[in-house]
């Protein structure tokens, strides 16, 4: 499937038909994005999960939402934790709205969940990126940090990494053992 044009924007992607496949908006461009795979899928939901049963009341973990970065960027992490109240029917968040998004890195987006994504995150404002490696799973978590990338926006620094147990203190006091999202 060839585009023929490059300047689609947040408004295009609403008007895509309710069958249209999974996609995001980079930079203009529509780009289907693949089909995870089983082991992929059950991290997402097993670390969904386990957000959605220890997070504060004021907090809510939800999955493959979209995330309007700009007019013209939408991406939509695995796994995110956003501010409780806001509307179920909503398909499209704001970056204020999110509080940490999560990739599953697969063979395919590698180089897009390592370096892209946490950049767009980073730019938009959104306080945590977390990475999930798998075989094995292995957790980086990272927070918005003061460093001023090449661009002129904030960086993400890197706060812990495990394959055993993650322990921090923000956006929630967390003990997450990786044992109970690995499938």
């Keep these: 499937m060839r585009q023929q044009r490059a300047d689609y924007t947040l408004e295009d992607l609403l008007a895509l038909p309710d069958d249209a496949p999974r996609v995001e ?16 899928q ?13 997070a504060p009341a004021h907090l809510r973990a939800t999955q ?27 398909s499209r968040l704001r970056p204020a709205d999110v509080v940490l998004a999560v990739e599953v890195v697969s063979p395919g987006t590698r180089r897009v969940d390592r370096f892209a994504k946490p ?14 490696e798998q075989n094995p799973v292995h957790l980086y978590a990272y927070r ?9 926006e904030r960086q993400y620094e890197l706060v812990v990494d495990s394959a055993e147990l993650i ?12 044992t109970e999202i690995t499938p």
Excluded: M
Aim: hydrophobic letters at 40%.
């Design 25 to 40: 908006l980079v930079d203009g461009v529509i780009q289907v994005t693949p089909s995870p795979t089983l082991g992929h």
């Design 42 to 54: 059950d991290i997402s939901f097993l670390l969904a999960s386990w957000l959605r049963s220890h």
């Design 64 to 90: 493959a939402v979209g995330v309007a970065l700009s007019h013209n960027t939408s991406r939509q992490p695995d796994v995110l934790l956003c501010r409780a109240g806001l509307a179920s029917d909503r």
């Design 119 to 132: 950049g767009e995150y980073a730019a938009a404002g959104i306080p945590f990126y977390w990475r999930v």
């Design 144 to 152: 918005l940090g003061d460093r001023i990338g090449p661009g002129g």
């Design 167 to 178: 322990e921090l203190s923000d956006p929630f006091d967390i003990k997450l053992p990786i």
